[in-house]
């Protein structure tokens, strides 16, 4: 998961794009990167940690230009915060800078076929590198005898996805031509597409979420469909075509986790979900719990309030924010190493003692994915003197890896890949324990075929043959053990 951003204007972009970039700042902090074209020279600022870090004044008076990509960066593939940050640049043809949020699949064989075919190296493992030199390939193949149009991009956009496996939506500047935005076929990760006029000047922006949108002042237009490219000229005429379509199948995670709560994927909010995502655990645990007493709901802080509150309300229970997080401390799941996840719970969580002692508490959290850092917040509870812990996950139990680019795909790694729920209540030290139901996570975010739920079912949207998931969840293995030695 990372967060992008890709402006088009008839004035600088650069203090938009920072803005953007901030914004998105909870998709990604292990690196940050800008790239800007001024009509002449392509413009990249790259820096590994925050946005606020890595871009200041002086810096963004540099990255000239009425067009440009930013992009924090969420490691999933690709071990070095430098070499790996995005966004990337090739010089040919016209000279391309590319940003995404996604993962291929087929990383390894498109890596092979861009040297085998093409005589092409990748200096990096970021997976966007791989997209960007397939697609110059494929551009280059379409416009070097009759020249650049938009018909000839979409053609060479449509032949770049027949190449790729998996979910990705890329942000492509072409420089003297325009800002591109597509999306693979089965629109797996979120892009955006607004438009703002202030001041006379016309501006389209692409994002990866609708509150990039809203903040900086630009209209929604749509999301992208399945398949689309979207492609805004230097005259700032917008051409679109659907190069490539399967049945759309967007990530659940997105409304349970990682986007805002102020986001609106798809037309559905992602805080309405959320509050349904609580309702439909009050309903469950009216099933299953009917004799149990609760005293206290309290949520893990920050992704799980929303359905917390509206689970108490529901329910007619009081609500307590009696976990108290550390805001200057990162989300623990998306921290690279098992190692640091650990250490960061410790850092950025601490009970209200008298909302919790002697009480009979339900924990809400957005998931159990390893189960190590619910464990952890059971124990603190329970030492804070909770008289009995139940936990309710607004999330299914999570039993299959993700190779679409969140950080999971080991199933090792997975506690419900291989346990039962009474084995995991056990593990994690709860009284009781309580997941969502798949029915009542579809209902909740409005969705049912049009949602990934891979992760959840085994049902992946794309073949992924038994090579590609072991040589997968080697490279991830590989990954931590290379971040663990930094
Ligand atoms: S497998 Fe799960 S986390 Fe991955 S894209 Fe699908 S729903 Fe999202």
Redesign the pocket.
């Known amino acids: 998961m990372c967060g992008f951003i890709g402006i088009i204007s008839q004035s600088p972009v650069a203090y938009d794009l920072f803005t953007g970039m901030l914004t998105l700042q909870h998709r990604g902090q292990s690196s940050s990167g800008m790239l800007t074209f001024d009509g002449d020279e392509l413009i990249l600022r790259k820096h590994t940690g925050l946005v606020s870090e890595g871009f200041n004044s002086k810096n963004l008076k540099e990255l000239h230009g009425n067009i440009g990509i930013g992009h924090v960066r969420y490691p999933t593939i690709g071990s070095d915060p430098v070499r790996d940050a995005q966004p990337f640049v090739t010089y040919s043809p016209y000279g391309i800078g590319m940003a995404h949020n996604g993962n291929l699949v087929n990383y390894q064989e498109v890596k092979s076929l861009l040297f085998n075919k093409y005589q092409r190296r990748l200096r990096s493992n970021c997976d966007v590198e791989a997209i960007m030199k397939v697609f110059s390939v494929e551009l280059f193949k379409q416009v070097h005898d009759e020249g650049f149009s938009p018909e000839r991009l979409f053609n060479a956009t449509k032949n770049t996805m027949n190449l790729l496996n998996g979910?990705y939506s890329c942000v492509t500047l072409i420089a003297g031509k325009g800002l591109v935005g597509f999306r693979d076929p089965y629109a797996?990760r979120p892009m955006i597409f607004g438009k703002r006029v202030k001041d006379g000047k016309t501006s389209y922006a692409f994002a990866s979420e609708s509150v990039v949108l809203d903040i900086l002042g630009f209209e929604v237009i749509k999301d992208l469909e399945p398949g689309e490219v979207v492609f805004i000229d230097n005259d700032m005429n917008v051409h679109s075509k659907v190069v490539e379509k399967k049945q759309a199948k967007h990530?659940?995670?997105e409304w349970v986790y990682f986007a805002r709560p102020d986001s609106v994927i798809e037309k559905r909010g992602v805080y309405e979900a959320r509050v349904n995502l609580g309702k439909e655990l009050a309903k469950l645990w009216k099933e299953k719990n009917r004799d149990k007493k609760i005293d206290v709901v309290i949520p893990v802080p920050d992704t799980s309030r929303i359905a917390a509150l509206s689970f108490a309300k529901e329910l007619g229970i009081p609500y307590s924010e009696a976990l108290i997080k550390n805001r200057y401390s990162w989300r623990t799941f998306i921290m690279p190493t098992q190692e640091q996840r650990e250490t960061a719970v410790r850092l950025k969580l601490n009970p209200v003692i008298l909302e919790i002692k002697g009480k009979n508490v339900a924990l809400i959290d957005d998931s159990i994915v390893r189960g190590t850092t619910s464990k952890r917040i059971v124990d603190m509870v329970r030492k804070a003197g909770a008289k009995e812990i139940h936990f309710l996950s607004t999330s299914p139990p999570i039993k299959f890896p993700?190779y679409?680019a969140?950080d999971f795909a080991d199933k090792r790694e997975l506690i419900a890949s291989d346990k039962d729920i009474e084995e995991i209540r056990k593990t994690i030290g709860a009284d009781s324990l309580i997941y969502q139901s798949v029915d009542g996570l579809k209902k909740a975010i409005g969705l049912d075929d049009s949602l990934?739920?891979?992760?959840l079912t085994g049902n992946y949207p794309t073949k992924i043959s038994d090579e590609q998931r072991a040589r997968l969840a080697h490279e991830r293995d590989s990954e931590r053990k290379s971040w663990r030695k930094k």
């Open positions: 979910g797996i990530c659940m995670f993700c679409y969140i990934c739920t891979a992760c």
